[in-house]
């Protein structure tokens, strides 16, 4: 069964190491049969959370920015994708307000509107160590408690120093694909020809906003 897959990403840099696991990513799962927003958290005109609880209540947060359209695709889609550089052994400063922003979510009201049941981080490091990317999988583990998603993968790549260096690591790509392809089809065959770097490539192309 197709699913609806809200990938939001969060490198300040333009087609980054991130952005292209999340181009691979995004390429499996529409090979698969999935639809796949991709919503970039740098161009969201969007407040940081104000902290007053009345989302609870009003089932949404009352601020009228960008914030908006995120929570109208957290209610129409199945699976969550967060996609960020580590920075300070965490998110991003654009996914964390984002992250922030989900809030309302964690409570009965809004949780009950929310149609998103699983999740997905995609994280890439300059740092080659893969410890680096303890603290930011239990901020995802957290977040996926609170929010009561199950989570379905994560690609953690390391060592990328520099801003195509996930080209020399098509390792991380072919990863990054087949999330895409076994969390829009369990029973998908991710040894399939389909993960051929050129042949998922020039499927990017086609489809990337």
């Known amino acids: 069964m197709s699913k609806r897959i809200l990938m939001i990403t969060g490198s300040p840099r333009a087609n980054g190491n991130s952005t292209k696991l999340a181009e691979a990513f995004a390429a499996g799962a529409m090979a698969a049969g999935s639809t796949v927003e991709i919503l970039d ?31 109208e695709l957290m209610c129409s889609s199945d ?31 809004p949780r009950a509107l929310c149609t998103v049941k699983e999740s997905c981080l995609i994280a890439t490091a300059g ?6 990317f303890g603290p930011i999988k239990e901020e995802f583990e957290l977040v996926n408690t609170l929010l009561k998603f199950e989570c379905k993968g994560m690609v953690l790549a390391p060592g990328l ?42 499927k990017m192309k086609s489809y990337w906003l």
């Not at 740092?127 to 680096?132: F, G």
């Not at 790509?173 to 051929?196: F, H, Q, W, Y």
């Open 127 to 132: 740092n080659p160590d893969p410890a680096v």
């Open 41 to 71: 958290a740098c161009s969201l005109n969007m407040d940081g959370c104000h902290g007053d609880a009345s989302c609870h209540e009003r089932g949404c947060c009352g601020l009228k920015d960008d914030g908006v359209k995120l929570h």
């Open 161 to 202: 120093g520099g801003p195509d260096a996930v080209d020399e690591h098509p390792e991380y790509i072919k990863e990054a694909a087949r999330l895409g392809m076994r969390v829009s089809s369990p029973a998908v065959d991710t040894s399939n020809p389909l993960l051929e770097k050129n042949h998922y490539l020039e």
């Open 79 to 109: 699976v969550l994708v967060l996609v960020t550089p580590i920075y300070w052994k965490s998110f991003s400063s654009q996914i964390k307000k984002v992250v922030d922003r989900l809030y309302p979510f964690a409570a009965p009201k």
